[in-house]
T-cell receptor, first 112, second 114 residues
């Protein structure tokens, strides 16, 4: 079945770049997503990438997709303390966004 | 602004009680989901629904049931609450034909069963 894996923790200094990595197993994944969860809150969609894309940039966020290796990454440039949160990678297949599979989340800690 | 609203932020219930967690969305989304989130275990799918009166079991449905009588409302029911159901419960919804929007999540209900 589908599986999405992420490292659990990442710590960076304010102003550095953060790179959060994710691997997935299902080669038929159509959409891949990054969500952010701040303490005590639900998840919020940050960005997505379609499986026929290699890269997507949105302000400080850069998503890279290596479809051959089934590897997804999220780069946050100029990381700020407000970026401290849990980041979830997720995948879904087909036109229906139903039943995405989520990774366990990477806790990003940004130190001043 | 689109919204998924969960009826309670914090809930404390006794073992054996029947517990209802309510979720309402105002976006006319077809799909709705219930997850629980536990430290070190990520998000685990309990039940989901693609349409009114439809429901599908997720990965951990035991001890839970759901109800979707109206499109906007998806209720999670703990038939007889147990201490191992103490968790954060997250409701989400999505459009069936707009995958680029992903899921919209509620703020969560932190349930403690004593």
């Amino acid at each position: 079945g589908e599986d999405v894996e992420q490292s659990l923790f990442l710590s960076v200094r304010e102003g550095d770049s953060s790179v959060i990595n994710c691997t997935y197993t299902d080669s038929s994944s159509t959409y891949l997503y990054w969500y952010k969860q701040e303490p005590g809150a639900g998840l919020q969609l940050l960005t997505y990438i379609f499986s026929n894309m290699d890269m997507k940039q949105d302000q400080r966020l850069t998503v890279l997709l290596n479809k051959k290796d089934k590897h997804l990454s999220l780069r946050i440039a100029d990381t700020q303390t407000g970026d401290s949160a849990i980041y979830f990678c997720a995948e879904s297949m087909g036109a229906n966004a139903g039943k995405s599979t989520f990774g366990d989340g990477t806790t990003l800690t940004v130190k001043p | 602004d689109v919204k998924v609203t969960q009826s309670s932020r914090y809930l404390v219930k006794r073992t054996g009680e029947k517990v209802f967690l309510e979720c309402v969305q105002d976006m006319d989304h077809e799909n709705m989901f219930w997850y629980r989130q536990d430290p070190g275990l990520g998000l685990r799918l309990i039940y989901f629904s693609y349409d009114v009166k439809m429901k599908e079991k997720g990965d951990i449905p035991e001890g839970y049931s759901v109800s979707r009588e109206k499109k906007e409302r998806f209720s999670l029911i703990l038939e007889s609450a147990s201490t191992n159901q103490t968790s954060m419960y997250l409701c989400a919804s999505s459009l069936s034909d707009r995958p680029i929007y992903g899921y919209t999540f509620g703020s969560g209900t932190r349930l403690t069963v004593v």
